[in-house]
């Protein structure tokens, strides 16, 4: 068991539930209510993320969890979603031996914080005990908390919000101070619950087959569900479960919350999750887990215009924009020369639109792009920079514009290299007020295409709009 | 009941069992060692698939059989998985009253044959109801023949190969057979087989919730299979089962093969699927359809070249196609400008690179387009057309270059609208090796960008490499 290294920033945004009005807040959940922040409620928490699996379903030779979506392994986009929540203390990540060395480069990488490495075992149930161990404080040399409740996750599950991080948690805990009260007062004989898990609806109906390969009969869908991650536990109910079960479990089983039931007596609330607790099996997951993420960071560009003035080509392009794609967040600014006031949106954003702001000198692009690559924006997703140029094509020649462009394409090859795509669009400024319309919208469409796929063979490209 | 319009060349591929060497044999399934033509060995064979679901769980309003991938209905590719199989006789597809008219006109739009349209149910077992009650020829009005064997498909599982309709045909009609023979020569009083259904392991452990939504029991995963579709039925037993079912099994049910079992005591073979069955069910299940989609039309890309001198620029930016884009089979062909050589490839291809083919002449791409706008390739996609332009750029200056290929801008516009996506490559062929390397890397990165997005965003575009 290893501590992984922490020395840089590994989050961008902050904390969740630390936020004042953070857009993930949980409108299922009336966290107001109860008065406290979610800290104080649930006392340490810490969680385990199997990561063992040799994903022999995807069909391909690296384990789904190391394979790459948007160029990063796909275990960082989870542990990325686990360590913003703050209330999280610990994450344990179990790896088998031959991974251990490249999953300590994606942590160094990728600065992920709070994370401790164990050796994972040879199914899931033994890689998720090993996990439980490093937190036990009973192993020599250990160096975590014994937490009051851990959390279990996939490393393949990597789009779990805080929300329901939260409600399997206070599931797990509030159940068990609830029933532990009615037990002191009224003595009742009941299951204590201490445990809890997210559910889905099947999609598909599920059969069980008879020995010789015939339907035997076929399960009700009303009354099943799919048992998904995360899951919740009174770390020392899930510790005990493990320690006291038996081989034939630790090598066959797959449910947590059934060894509760089964060693520990203790009963599983079953949380109704949101379809993104998906988990990333096939080749097919993978597919959609890029486009997902492709999509998520692309909800917001930022435009930036050199001038306050409503009328400005910039001001146009950008009401094009929130037109054009609709459900994207568009927010602009005026980049002021000295203050560098684009640096209040790199905490949110990974699309900068520049309209006009730059010169045909590439000093300011310069110093636009050593913003972006100083902050941790690029460390995480590939950031797009698009510079449009605004000038009628009958008054300069586009073959003349191009020319003194030239430089675009020079200073993107060098941005490619620290993740930043750069790439120009010449807009038809036009006295002649429909082709003006249809530059703009072509500029639109154009922008969506390099936000939306963030293809870096098109970086450098001068594309006319 | 009505027939759909049948007048227009649905599918621009052969029939995939009737294709001599056809790359989607059935290498698990020993046909040939059958010694016949499946169509011999089946008897008349027709489809149900039920399209009447309203789609709430994608969480969208239009109903996800109808919603857009790579701009064409998703259920459109459904129905050209199953009608280039040309022994099933008989498409039926039930939808909804309201969706009648936008069903129709999927059929005209995309030429698709054999389809037979039928009122959906409010359940989709009464949806299957409608379907075979079409099929059965005890109708007033009835067109189509009583099939012997009847396959039920779902209309959100687009990946359907020939390969497991056929497994689950004749799985139910052999299997039948062979208990007949028993039975005749036996006596044995054995449950007799003519249902047959796909299946796919469990990707989530199924739990069984209790009424206060507490863990109940867990289901052991090995011993429970994912029943998917497509399953096939000996007509009468199917449609016997449907007339017998209770109101509450057309209204809960949701298992076919159940309902042969429970109401015709027809046991059902179990026949074990390949990932690509999945079901398109939530909003990520259609982001992977597109990619997947994209991705298969881009397995082959058809090089055009004006020589047939193996050290031309174009068998070389041929060959680093190839090894920059392992897993694409690069084809190319040499433009004969009177036989129209390039005919031969679009059967097979929708991606066409064309190498120092035209002039910065408009004329000869215009033939080109012409061509390819004839065929029936535009209508089921995309179809990526790029021309690749070679020159030293210290020669003749990029920006000349550019202006004098400002028709492609122009056309590409027009080909757009015929859904041709038409985009230019300079690339530079330098005298200096490293530098024309550099180059024909870069030429492949973009084209693979263009081939594999597929974006009409940058139609018309001139990229430079």
């Given at each position: ?13 902050h904390?969740v539930?630390?936020?004042a ?15 406290a922040?979610p ?7 810490a ?6 699996g040799?994903?022999e ?5 690296t ?10 392994p796909?275990i ?16 344990v ?17 990728y600065?992920?914080k709070?994370?401790s ?14 996990g439980?161990k ?8 250990c ?16 789009f779990?919000e ?7 948690v206070?599931?797990?805990k ?6 532990s009260q ?11 619950i201490e445990?809890a898990?997210?559910?889905?609806p099947l ?21 099943h569900?799919a ?9 020392d ?25 089964k060693?520990?007596h ?10 993104d607790?998906?988990k ?13 993420i ?29 037109n054009?794609?609709?459900c994207?967040k ?6 002021d ?22 010169s045909?000198e ?9 913003i972006?690559e100083?902050?941790?924006l ?15 094509f ?37 006295q002649?007020?429909?082709?003006l ?5 072509q500029s639109?469409?154009i ?9 870096s ?8 709009a």
């Amino acid at each position: 068991m290893e501590s992984g290294p922490c020395s840089r920033p590994a989050e961008p945004r902050h904390c969740v539930s630390g936020r004042a009005g953070a857009g993930l807040a949980f409108p299922a959940f009336p966290l107001s209510a109860a008065g406290a922040e979610p800290g104080s409620r649930i006392g340490t928490v810490a969680a385990v993320l199997p990561a063992g699996g040799c994903g022999e379903r995807m069909g391909v030779r690296t384990p789904k969890q190391f394979c790459r979506v948007l160029e990063r392994p796909l275990i960082s986009y989870t542990l990325q979603a686990m360590e913003r929540v703050c209330w999280i203390k610990d994450i344990v990540v179990t790896v088998t031996g031959e991974n251990m060395e490249a999953m300590r480069s994606i942590i160094q990488r990728y600065g992920h914080k709070r994370i401790s490495l164990a050796e994972a075992g040879a199914t899931r149930h033994r890689s998720i005990f090993n996990g439980l161990k490093a937190l036990a404080e009973d192993q020599p040399g250990c160096e975590l908390t014994r937490p009051e409740v851990v959390i279990i996750h996939d490393a393949v599950r990597p789009f779990v919000e805080e929300d329901i991080l939260l409600r399997v948690v206070l599931a797990a805990k509030e159940h068990g101070a609830m029933i532990s009260q009615i037990w002191l007062q009224n003595k009742l004989s009941s299951i204590p619950i201490e445990a809890a898990g997210a559910i889905r609806p099947l999609v598909s109906t599920v059969v069980s087959p008879s020995a010789d390969g015939h339907l035997d009969h076929s399960l009700d869908r009303a009354k099943h569900r799919a048992s998904e991650m995360p899951q919740a536990f009174h770390f020392d109910v899930i510790y005990e479960a493990y320690q006291k079960c038996s081989d034939f479990d630790l090598e066959f089983g797959t449910e947590c919350l059934q060894l509760a039931l089964k060693y520990c007596h203790r009963k599983a609330k079953l949380v109704e999750g949101t379809p993104d607790l998906w988990k990333v099996t096939y080749k097919q997951d993978l597919c959609a887990a890029e486009a997902m993420i492709k999509e998520k960071i692309s909800q917001e560009i930022c435009v930036v215009v050199n001038t306050k003035d409503e009328e400005s080509v910039g001001h146009l392009l950008e009401e094009v924009l929130r037109n054009e794609l609709n459900c994207i967040k568009v927010t602009s600014t005026v980049l002021d020369r000295t203050s560098g006031d684009i640096e209040n949106f790199i905490d949110q954003c990974y699309s900068f639109i520049c309209v006009n702001v730059v010169s045909s000198e590439s000093r300011e692009t310069r110093k636009l792009l050593s913003i972006l690559e100083e902050s941790s924006l690029p460390l995480l997703y590939p950031v797009v920079v698009v510079l449009v140029h605004c000038f009628d094509f009958t008054v300069v020649p586009l073959a003349q514009k191009m020319e003194n462009l030239v430089w675009i394409r020079e200073l993107a090859k060098e941005a490619k290299g620290r993740n930043v795509l750069l790439s120009g669009v010449l807009l038809n400024h036009s006295q002649d007020e429909q082709k003006l319309q249809e530059s703009l919208v072509q500029s639109a469409a154009i922008i969506a295409a390099l936000v939306k796929e963030r293809n870096s063979a098109l970086v450098g490209q001068l594309l006319v709009a």
